[in-house]
């Protein structure tokens, strides 16, 4: 088992550009998350799915697109990046509902917008 | 409102010193869920425990272990003897599972544990 995986590691991108953070895991797992991690402010979930074709939206959304075609992928995409998306990306999975179970995070993508 | 607070930013211990790291926890609800998650300098988070509301027994893994105390809305983890690979970041997290809105899962801003050999 891979776990949860991330593509790419780190990426620097200038204003304006988009791009696609890629997740997979291939442990079955039906919910899956994104998060932002920022110095001093925890995790912060960007958007979740409880399954294939469903997504929501978290705490902070905004500039940030997902979707969910299969059980194994959960893409993220940057519409138009800005400064303030500066972050390290976490894409983590779970069996059942985060709220109740143990998350599987992927190794984090570490993204710098100048 | 769902809040956690992990007040010490920073700690340093020499090995083998024991260190309690502090998470306390806000909610309304009467049924929530306590996990703690380490993050070594690697960068990759892994789960170290849940706990939930109805389970207030105290909880110990090898060196580490865990004091859940509603009375004082605190889920505190002990390293015993603390060793170089423990420095990491703990970050103590809670969940609300009945609120339907999206902010089930809150994680503290983290403690940043140095273990000096």
Partial sequence: ?????????????????????????????????????DPGMGLRLIHYSVGAGITDQGE????????RSTTEDFPLRLLSAAPSQTSVYFCASSYGLADYNEQFFGPGTRLTVL | ??????????ISVVEKEDVTL?????TRDTTYYLFWYKQPPSGEL?????????????????????NFQKSTSSFNFTITASQVVDSAVYFCALSEPVKTSYDKVIFGPGTSLSVIP
């Fill in chain 2, 1 to 10: 409102a769902q809040k956690v607070t992990q007040a010490q930013t920073e």
């Fill in chain 2, 46 to 66: 892994v789960f170290l425990i849940r706990r939930n509301s109805f389970d207030e027994q105290n909880e110990i893994s090898g060196r580490y272990s865990w």
């Fill in chain 2, 22 to 26: 502090d998470c306390v926890y806000e």
């Fill in chain 1, 60 to 67: 902070v959304p905004n500039g940030y697109n997902v979707s």
């Fill in chain 1, 1 to 37: 088992n891979a776990g949860v995986t991330q593509t790419p590691k780190f990426q620097v991108l200038k204003t304006g550009q988009s791009m696609t953070l890629q997740c997979a895991q291939d442990m079955n797992h039906e919910y899956m998350s994104w998060y932002r991690q």
